[in-house]
């Protein structure tokens, strides 16, 4: 089993950046590839950004490439998502994702709202 926290969202205006992270635990040795999703009101979820446990190989939606930044810190066992010029359609609640034990784990999520 693994367990996820995310942590670091908010309120910022258009243009703001903001910073997620997501703290794994319990069988957080096991994880093969962390990433984040986000769902915004009356859509499905989406992929936003994933990365390998040895941090390589990360993948980035169309629509936040060049704008965010995945990144791992596997003694701590976080990820985290830094994000640059956010815009108004970035709005969702995000998800920190591991892929573990050949299954899926998620995070409780975590509120992003950009302003115009």
């Known amino acids: 089993q693994v367990q996820l926290v995310e942590s670091g969202g908010g309120l910022v205006q258009a243009g703001g950046s903001l910073k997620l992270s997501c703290a794994a635990s319990?069988?957080?040795?096991?994880?093969?590839?962390m990433g984040w999703y986000r769902q915004a009101p009356g859509k499905q979820r989406e992929l936003v950004a994933t990365?390998?446990?040895?941090?390589?190989?990360?993948i980035y939606s169309d629509s936040v490439k060049g704008r965010f930044t995945i990144s791992r810190d596997n003694a701590k066992n976080t990820v985290y998502l830094q994000m640059d010029s956010l815009k108004p359609e970035d709005t969702a609640v995000y998800y920190c994702n591991a892929f573990a034990f050949q299954n899926n784990y998620w995070g409780q999520g975590t509120q992003v709202t950009v302003s115009s």
């Open positions: 319990g069988s957080s040795f096991s994880i093969v590839r």
């Open positions: 990365i390998t446990r040895g941090g390589g190989y990360p």
